[in-house]
């Protein structure tokens, strides 16, 4: 390799370290029930798949903004499902919206195209999806670590919020939101809120998006509000994302990704439209979770499993009272392949990730294999 070469120094990924388990896993007299990672096993909607089919012939760059039937459908559906608007009685501008190429880029290069560095800090939960770490890293900043009970270090210039949580399923509610988006506007920070399972609260639980009049008072300034159809809408193949909330935090956005050409493909922006337009697969997905987190829990509990929080989302975080890959493989060993929770920071080292992205059959052999 050249010597002027020097990648960026970042963690390896952590995924790669299942290799072994997974063999042990694969070597099942049936299989494996792969619930390590929460990538989506439905069918695409139809609608949706129609939508792309039908705009198959797209020989031109599409628009990096995204088209405006997009943006429309985007601030449409963010006000229906989640009470998203620039204040009481007025919607969202859809051009504060900006499609991206899934969440999982937006994350990773937020800092980046905010123009972080050293020196700056970018703060997030201190059990968190690990793209938040490595995104920091690739701008040069320093990552931060912060309980949701803990104040934010002075620096901070990017906070990132996850409710419901990855991996644990922890729900945020309006008043935990709002102090903090406040202690971030006292420190100058941009609030980034990954909203990726927001549609998905589980049974009698309440989410609320940081787009909520009632958590921004009407000012969205310095608000970012990430979301994903990846979860909602089966979509993880499609790569569709999205980037919604302060106007002109959106515009800067907007410049330095035309510059980069980061656009989503025009078939794709025709499927997310088609998407966002229809609430009833999204209602159907939440169905489909519930009653998946309802056989799978009680059969993690009684293997001796403490399942906590949880509630929403698409995880079950779980702990056996001993290192996280000793329970990773003794689940392994029965067929079952699991994520240890120390992917998602320190604080998970005696926990497991147990995803319900498995077919219904899956699941319901994940937990007969528990019982054994």
Same mark, same amino acid.
């Given at each position: 390799?050249p010597t ?6 970042l963690p390896?990924f952590?995924w790669?370290?299942?290799a072994?388990?997974?063999?042990v896993a ?8 792969d619930?390590s990672v ?16 039908v705009a198959w ?9 995204g088209?405006? $039937? ?8 963010l006000?229906r499902r989640h009470?998203?608007?620039?204040s009481a009685g007025e ?10 190429i899934?969440?999982?880029e937006?994350?990773?290069? %937020?800092?980046t195209?905010?123009?972080?560095g ?6 997030f939960?201190?059990?968190a999806?690990?793209?938040y ?6 701008a040069?900043a ?13 620096g901070?210039?990017l906070?990132?919020l996850?409710?419901p949580?990855?991996?644990t399923?922890r729900?945020?509610?309006?008043? +935990? ?8 506007r ?5 609030? $980034?809120?990954d909203?990726c399972?927001?549609? %998905? ?7 609320t998006?940081?787009l909520d009049?009632?958590v921004?008072?009407g000012?969205?300034t310095?608000?970012l +509000?990430?979301?994903s159809?990846s979860?909602?809408?089966?979509l ?9 909330g302060?106007p002109a ?21 025709? +499927?997310m439209?088609a998407a ?10 939440? $169905?489909?979770y ?5 056989v ?19 995880y ?9 890959? +000793?329970?990773?493989? #003794?689940?392994a060993? #029965?067929?079952?392949?699991v ?8 604080a998970?080292?005696s926990?497991?990730?147990?995803a319900?992205t498995?077919?219904d ?6 937990? #007969?294999r528990?019982?054994e």
């Amino acid at each position: 390799m050249p010597t002027s070469v020097r990648f960026p120094a970042l963690p390896d990924f952590p995924w790669d370290s299942l290799a072994g388990a997974a063999a042990v896993a694969r070597g099942h007299p049936d299989g494996v029930v792969d619930l390590s990672v929460g990538t989506p096993v439905d069918p695409v909607p139809a609608a949706v798949g129609e939508a792309l089919r039908v705009a198959w012939d797209s020989p031109g760059y599409p628009q990096t903004w995204g088209t405006p $039937a997009l943006r429309r459908a985007a601030v449409e559906a963010l006000g229906r499902r989640h009470g998203a608007a620039a204040s009481a009685g007025e919607g969202l501008d859809p051009d504060a919206v900006l499609p991206t190429i899934g969440s999982k880029e937006l994350v990773a290069w %937020l800092p980046t195209l905010l123009g972080l560095g050293a020196g700056d800090l970018v703060a997030f939960p201190d059990l968190a999806y690990p793209t938040y770490e490595v995104g920091a890293q690739l701008a040069g900043a320093h990552p931060a670590r912060v309980g949701d009970d803990e104040p934010l270090p002075a620096g901070t210039r990017l906070v990132w919020l996850n409710s419901p949580s990855n991996p644990t399923g922890r729900v945020l509610d309006a008043a +935990a939101l709002t102090a903090r988006v406040a202690e971030a506007r006292e420190l100058g920070a941009v609030v $980034a809120a990954d909203e990726c399972y927001l549609a %998905l609260p589980g049974p009698g639980v309440v989410t609320t998006s940081v787009l909520d009049p009632v958590v921004h008072g009407g000012d969205l300034t310095g608000l970012l +509000a990430v979301h994903s159809l990846s979860k909602t809408s089966n979509l993880a193949g499609y790569r569709a994302g999205l980037v919604v909330g302060d106007p002109a935090l959106v515009a800067g956005l907007l410049q330095v990704r035309k510059h980069a050409g980061m656009i989503v493909p025009r078939p794709v922006q025709e +499927a997310m439209t088609a998407a966002l337009t229809d609430d009833v697969h999204v209602a159907d997905a939440r $169905a489909r979770y519930d009653a998946r987190r309802a056989v799978l829990r009680p059969a993690l509990e009684a293997a001796g499993l403490r399942v906590e929080h949880s509630e929403a989302g698409l995880y079950l975080w779980a702990t056996a009272g001993e290192p996280c890959r +000793a329970t990773v493989d #003794r689940l392994a060993a #029965r067929g079952v392949l699991v994520a240890p929770g120390e992917f998602y920071g320190p604080a998970g080292a005696s926990h497991v990730r147990v995803a319900l992205t498995a077919s219904d059959e899956g699941i319901a052999a994940a937990a #007969r294999r528990l019982a054994e």
